[in-house]
């Protein structure tokens, strides 16, 4: 089943380098994009019937809405920093457009809506710190959209698991709506790899002992 992974490639017109569909991913709902876009460089959409995250992966840059707009936006320079990114939330039947300060990398998450909220700024004082399981299993989850502020649709978080340390357990899965054992969700990873704390490990075990940085996005489906 490829459409469960997807690799990066760089589209050199738009500065894509990830983009997943409900389509490719042979799901309903969920929309994922990254892109890489020098300083200067300009990305624009429409909502058109989806709500939209956009998360500053790395760099800084300007977004604007149709009533809102910020500016200098962003303090990372890597995803190891362990500082929380800036985003911004947009509603349906809006648009936005990003622009590049500096070199900058942006995570585009998508999901149908109606419109029941408004656009707004989520900054790192916005997000939620909070460290899920124990021993081996333990992980550090950055909420961005995850209950920390409201959105019809999606769930962004950023999780940062340690060397040895595995992000999933216990095995689970999100097929069925049978709450409070089985929630249905559809879930993109979107993961990054320390590899200057990895070089000495082999392929097949790099995934679990080097720092990873996954980009959390799920959808509730109801």
Known sequence: ???LHSKSS??????????ISPASANWQYVGFEV??????????????????????????????????????????????????????????????????????????????AEGLYPARLISPDDTQYEVRGEGTNQRYVC???????????????EVITPNGHWSSYPPHKHDQDAAPKETQLEE???????????????????MTEAWMKPLLLRIKVW
């Open 1 to 3: 089943m490829s459409f």
């Open 10 to 19: 760089l589209n050199q017109e738009t500065g894509c380098i990830q983009h």
């Open 143 to 157: 909420n961005i959209l995850f209950g920390n502020m409201a959105a019809e649709k999606l769930l962004v978080c």
């Open 188 to 206: 993109t990873y979107y993961h990054r790899i320390n590899l200057l704390r990895a070089l000495h490990f082999n392929v097949c075990t790099q």
């Open 35 to 112: 892109y890489e876009l020098p300083p200067g460089a300009i990305l624009s959409q429409a909502t058109e019937d989806q709500e939209v995250c956009v998360v500053i992966v790395t760099g800084k840059a300007d977004i604007k809405t149709q009533h809102e707009e910020w500016t200098g936006l962003g303090q990372r320079e890597s995803v190891f920093e362990k500082q929380a990114p800036y985003s911004v939330y947009v509603p349906p039947k809006d648009q936005f457009q990003v622009t590049a300060v500096t070199q900058l990398e942006v995570a585009i998450s998508k999901a149908p």
